[in-house]
């Protein structure tokens, strides 16, 4: 009953947003109607994903289906040019491949049992203890994460750790907080360097055309503190919230047979082969999703894995991704991105206090849609700001986009572990949410010093 009370109150509230949409009472009359049209989609959709009043899924599904017969349109009555393909293109963008690919990965790892292999190795480096392994667990994924994609890294990490989590107890919160210390540390591993995560890369871009780029020694001076102080920060939080259970993982540590057959062979050497892919993309020019093919190839041709393994990859949280893009798709697309950034007062603002502000936009907007949609968004406004010192407020915002990670859409990484199952959006919500605002609090002063210590700017 209550939480059928609940969801009408959810669809109730979503209706409101949607109607005011469609009467302009959201601001003032100076936002186009696609505008008012994209923000009561932005707030219905987040709405929907923070009160789960319906799948994840669904609200991505939904997302497209109000781009398409609404957003479209009104874009087009208000003079703009826009295709139904550039809402329907997320939903099998670079990055969907990139997932299914992890996906598939993960799926063979655990077939032939070289998961639950690769688990017990790692406890036999940590010990059973619950806390040794965490911190185990999160160093090796943030390491991983500053040189190949952090869903990449994060699909590796949670087909090595599922087997240990299964281990614990139902109930126990230690499956809990293993489960999470892997896409919050592949989420603040992607800091260290400027190929650590997509809004990085997209600041380099931007920071190469304002002939301000650091070097890739200087990005890791300025990432690596920060990555190792959120790194204990995350693993107190966890511990913090999750604690009370067994503080021990009741597994053998003795290794399983894996058997010298020919598939072991070919997913081990095809994994490799994607993982060398992935950290060498700035060398072969292919992105992250064309490698994630190899994989996908790779065990389906070969009859590693069959129509069965296909139906039981988590499609869900490929649509669900495929929503955030989406979304940022309509942000940009009926100009309420730059509506929005246009409310920012800037005149007379210090460059410290527009770091600030930027680097919370960029992380407040990449908490709803995909971080890297953020990043295309922000970072060009601030390129076209007429100052100097552009430096910190180009790297604010591409920290603020990767410490956005509340909820499953946030970012990839938190996707891929609410695939699982195992967790629901209230308890990635909370050590989410509080280690979003340690993060940014950690960049925007003593990050902030230390970067022009080092000399960025």
């Not at 009370?5 to 947003?17: D, K, M, N, R």
């Not at 990432?223 to 067994?246: D, E, Q």
């Not at 010192?389 to 609410?418: D, E, H, K, R």
């Not at 990635?428 to 210590?453: C, D, E, N, R, S």
């Amino acid at each position: 009953m209550k939480q059928n009370l609940g969801q009408l109150a959810s669809l109730t509230i979503v209706g409101l947003f949607l109607v005011g949409a469609g009467f302009n009472f959201f601001a003032e009359r100076q936002m186009t109607q696609s505008g008012y049209v994209a923000l009561g989609i932005l707030l219905a959709a987040a709405t929907l994903w923070i009160t789960e009043a319906v799948p994840l899924f669904v609200t991505s599904l939904f997302v497209l289906f109000l781009s398409v017969i609404w957003l479209a349109p009104t874009i087009r009555a208000d003079g703009g040019e826009v295709e139904n393909t550039e809402f329907l293109a997320p939903f099998f963008s670079d990055i969907i491949l990139l997932f299914l690919g992890g996906f598939v990965l993960s799926a063979a790892l655990h077939k032939l049992h070289l998961d639950e292999w690769l688990a017990r190795r790692i406890i036999k480096r940590t010990g059973s203890s619950l806390p040794k392994l965490m911190i185990g667990v999160m160093a090796v994924t943030a390491f991983l994460s500053m040189w190949l994609s952090n869903t990449a890294t994060a699909a590796m990490m949670l087909a090595m750790i599922l087997p240990i989590v299964n281990h614990l107890p139902e109930g126990d919160p230690g499956r809990k907080a293993l489960l999470l210390s892997v896409p919050f540390a592949a989420n603040v591993g992607g800091l260290g360097t400027p190929v650590g995560s997509p809004p990085n890369a997209i600041a380099m871009q931007y920071m190469r055309q304002a002939g301000i780029e650091p070097g890739f020694g200087t990005w890791m001076l300025i990432g690596i503190p920060g990555v190792v102080i959120m790194l204990l920060l995350t693993w107190v939080v966890l511990m913090a919230i999750y604690r009370g259970g067994k503080s021990s993982v009741p597994m053998q540590v003795s290794n399983i047979a894996i058997p010298n057959s020919l598939s072991v062979w070919t997913v081990s050497g095809v994994a490799l082969l994607t993982a060398v892919g992935w950290m060498t993309t700035t060398v072969h020019g292919h992105t992250a999703g064309t490698v994630a093919m190899i994989p996908m190839l790779a065990f389906f041709a070969t009859g590693i894995l069959d129509t069965a393994d296909l139906r039981g990859l988590s499609w869900e949280v490929l649509l669900m991704m495929g929503g955030g893009l989406c979304l940022g798709s309509a942000i940009s697309l009926s100009g309420l991105a730059d509506w929005l950034v246009g409310l920012i007062p800037l005149e007379g603002v210090s460059v410290f206090w527009l770091t600030v502000i930027f680097g919370s936009v960029a992380c407040l907007m990449s908490s709803l849609v995909s971080n890297t949609a953020t990043a295309n968004l922000v970072l060009p406004i601030i390129l076209g700001l007429n100052m100097d010192s552009l430096s910190p407020m180009m790297i604010g915002t591409a920290f603020g986009c990767s410490l956005a990670m509340p909820l499953p859409v946030s970012t990839p990484p938190n996707a891929m572990a609410f695939s699982s199952g195992l967790i629901r959006v209230g308890d990635m919500v909370k050590p989410g949410l509080l280690l979003t605002l340690m993060g940014l609090i950690l960049a925007f002063t003593t990050g902030y010093w230390w970067w022009k210590f080092v000399g960025l700017w």
